[in-house]
């Protein structure tokens, strides 16, 4: 027979490993990420147009990014966001030696950044970090990357819809 100690610890040990299993599911889900149809690839080559005039120094480079960003998303404060975003961008690019390849990279990566309503945190992440290594890799200046990083999340988390729940911090 079996003493109360023993049943006690036997239940706690089962609640234990069922909560560990529990949380272990509980996970933010991903969401779908946006493709580009023909019009809007033809919105994310105005966009890495832009990117490589900031490059090459053209005074209304910047403006031009502003605007074409702010089209992708209407909601005011992702408006707000993007604004701060392309500020950010701007000042990353400017000097860099950013490639057509990666304009055309970074346009896309910005778009889906505003765009897409239902990614995860952790899906926004792995965007800044695509990000953060284009920039890095045309020459940026790390400080400038770092608050390109920074806005990403701000403005990814303005357009989503997709809110983590309380159990889906554990």
């Known amino acids: 027979m079996r003493s109360g100690f023993h049943v006690a610890r036997g239940l706690a040990v089962t609640a234990l490993l069922a909560l560990a299993l529990a949380a272990g599911g509980c996970r933010q889900a991903n ?17 890495a147009k832009d990117l490589l ?29 993007t604004r701060e ?26 778009w889906v950044t505003i765009a897409a309503a239902q990614l995860s945190t952790s899906q926004a992440k792995g965007i800044r970090d695509d990000v953060e290594m284009i920039l890095k890799n045309a020459g940026a200046n790390k400080d400038a990357i770092n608050a390109v990083g920074e806005q990403i999340i701000t403005t990814q988390a303005a357009a989503t819809t997709n809110r983590r729940k309380w159990y889906e911090f554990f």
């Open 31 to 47: 969401g779908p990420v946006p493709e580009p149809n023909a019009s809007r690839q033809d919105d994310l080559k105005d966009v």
């Open 53 to 81: 005039n900031i490059k090459a120094k053209d005074p209304s480079a910047s403006k031009d990014l502003q605007d074409d960003l702010v089209r992708f998303n209407d909601k005011p404060t992702v408006v707000a966001a």
């Open 85 to 110: 975003l392309a500020n950010r961008v701007s000042t990353a690019v400017a000097g860099s030696k950013l490639s057509e390849t990666e304009a055309g990279e970074l346009g896309h990566q910005l």
